[in-house]
């Protein structure tokens, strides 16, 4: 657009940059207010660390998911288990972010397909996922402390229950 020699017909006291500090004129001529304070944007928290286990997450290969276990129903198809990480904000899930790998369940793909997208209330796929993970830790529980169970299994098992805090006193690995 081509300039010319007038002048803007918005009024001066409007501020174009929303960042500058600019007194601005009061209803009564003569009198101006003090400036406006530019607020600072708030920062968002850091992201806590991640705490993977490859290897914890390869265990579910083969296994029976557990939400069929637990309703006692055949829902998902054989195989096709894996381990499903929860979707709670306070198991460390959030904005492109997984939650740590010892929130995690072995589900079939039809639960964890509806885990992740399913028309249940958030509620209800809560408690099916809170569920299937106490069934988890019992699994862990049932591996870490089986000693014809793979080390790298147990380790894992371990790995996991300390973290969960779940380790029953008294018993050693």
Partial sequence: MKRTGFRSRAPRHVDRDPD????????????????RAVTARP?????????RNPHL?????????????EHGVAL????STVAAHSNLGCHGKGMSRKADDFYSAWLGDEHH?????GKGSAAQREMAFM???????????AIAFDTRSAPKDRAAAQWALERLN???????P
Avoid at 43 to 51: F, G, L, R, S
Avoid at 166 to 172: H, M, V
């Fill in 166 to 172: 779940a380790t029953p006193t008294g018993e050693a």
């Fill in 113 to 117: 397909r509806w885990l992740d997208q």
């Fill in 43 to 51: 920062v968002p928290a850091p992201k806590t660390e991640a705490h």
């Fill in 57 to 69: 997450l390869a265990m579910a290969k083969g296994k029976p998911c557990l939400l069929c276990q």
């Fill in 20 to 35: 500058r500090v600019r007194a601005t004129p009061t209803a009564v001529p003569g009198e101006f207010r003090a400036p």
């Fill in 76 to 79: 998902c198809t054989p195989g």
């Fill in 131 to 141: 569920t299937a993970h106490l069934a988890q830790v019992r699994a862990w529980r």
